[in-house]
């Protein structure tokens, strides 16, 4: 079969990536890829023009259509080649709402009985500033209601924190919520659907801050590993249960079937409580989901679209994956381009490398964005996953590279 992956992410690297390792495709292009794509199979389609994705599926004959990114499925890009015959992977923009407004997706998880923090809605600056000057009991969360990369949220600590994240964030016609900050560790439970079956992945664990010991301001994702430790297989199935499930029960029934992935953000707890939902493949857990996946992910992706998702079709590996987010200087702030990347070549076969943030140019790879690579392992241990991949990682080089050197340090601070 021939697939077109829509995105330029590590996401869609690895989605490219596990098509072709494990015989779904025989041919697979991605618009627009990155660096470390084949360039004979990156494509220069503007994703905001539909029918230019509509004509180069007809003219290289694909037979599927996975998308990678929010924002195209936010933009309506499943319902436009669904409606053109093409098939697809991934919700409709109705469906992808529950990530592309948080507001909306407090709405489901009410409705539907998720647990979840309470919370209240707040439009502008003036309201939400009124309340901030008012709040006498801190932590508290702020969240901006649409699709922000990963970054329309804060955890604010003081009145100061959360006063510069409003001065930064938020506009005068901005909606907005604050909710309560909840105590735990977090771990994300994806899960895929085809609209009335929900089939949850192994649990995996993201490192949002940039810095060592979750310092510093948040970012897209500084690494992640998989299984986690803290979400083991009593904790999945109830959040299959009493979760995913719920959720896709819910849309079904207000005309919004949801098929594809939803991702749920959890603080583990009493309550396994949903921090957010996301439509798609998380970025970085994507990394070390895809590679512990057994069978063919173009089986899956199938069944999801045709409606056939059964018990029984996803299934892991017992191994271990842990990958590591190589950053450019200034990351998540303002970020240098266009440094060379070195060593790529270098790296043991045993270790993938997916790109993100990377573009060729020449015999060359540059860096072309905030976050560059993740660099993955796979091992028996997540112990050895982790001594492997930091025994590589400095192999590759290039100009302000930085990483974090503690990823999976909650799973081996467990004892």
């Not at 499925?73 to 992977?89: E, K, M, Q, R, W």
């Not at 329309?152 to 016609?173: C, D, I, M, P, T």
């Not at 590996?317 to 070549?345: C, F, N, Q, W």
Request: proline share 4%; aromatic share 8%.
């Amino acid at each position: 079969m021939r697939y077109l992956v829509i995105g330029s992410g590590g996401r869609e690297h690895v989605i490219y990536w596990r098509l072709l390792y494990d015989g779904s495709a025989s041919e697979v292009y991605v618009a627009p890829g990155n660096g470390g794509i084949d360039p004979a199979h990156c494509v220069n389609i503007n994703l905001n023009r539909h029918n230019d994705i509509i004509e180069f599926c007809r003219s290289k004959k694909i037979d599927f259509v996975v998308i990678g990114p929010e924002a195209p499925l936010a933009d309506g890009v499943a319902d436009t080649l669904s409606a053109a015959g093409i098939p697809v992977f991934g919700p409709s923009a109705k469906a992808a709402k529950i990530e592309g407004s948080k507001i909306f997706a407090k709405e489901i998880m009410e409705k539907s009985k998720v647990p979840t923090a309470s919370h209240r809605d707040f439009t502008g600056k003036k309201e939400i500033t009124e309340f901030i000057k008012n709040c006498n009991k801190y932590p508290i969360v702020i969240k901006l209601d649409g699709l922000a990369a990963g970054k329309g949220v804060v955890v604010a600590e003081n009145e100061e924190q959360a006063l510069s994240f409003v001065l930064e964030s938020v506009k005068e016609n901005s909606l907005l919520f604050v909710e309560d900050f909840l105590e735990g560790e977090e771990a994300s439970v994806l899960g895929i659907s085809d609209g009335e079956t929900v089939l949850p992945f192994i649990s995996a664990q993201d490192h949002k801050r940039v810095f060592d010991g979750d310092k510093g301001p948040n970012t897209g994702g500084m690494g992640a590993y998989a299984p986690a430790p803290v979400a083991g297989r009593e904790v999945i199935e109830r959040v299959g249960r009493e979760i995913h499930k719920p959720v896709i029960d819910i849309m079904k029934n207000q005309g919004i079937p949801f098929k594809g992935i939803l991702y749920a953000g959890l603080m583990i707890g009493k309550e396994n409580n949903v921090l957010e939902f996301n439509a798609r493949f998380g970025d970085p857990e994507a990394q070390v989901l895809l590679p512990l996946l057994e069978g063919k992910i173009g089986d899956l992706f199938i069944a999801s679209y045709e409606g056939k998702l059964k018990e029984g079709m996803l299934k892991f590996s017992d191994k271990h994956a842990i990958t590591v987010v190589m950053a450019s200087k200034g990351y998540p702030s303002d970020y240098e381009k266009g440094k060379l990347i070195r060593g790529l070549d270098s790296v043991s076969k045993d270790i993938l490398v997916f790109h993100a943030g990377t573009v060729r140019n020449g015999d060359g790879i540059y860096t072309n964005g905030g976050r560059v690579l993740a660099v993955t392992a796979v091992a028996d241990s997540l112990e050895k996953a982790r001594e492997r991949v930091y025994s590589e990682i400095d192999k590759i080089k290039f100009d302000g590279a930085h990483y974090r050197k503690d990823i999976g340090y909650r799973a081996f601070n467990r004892g």
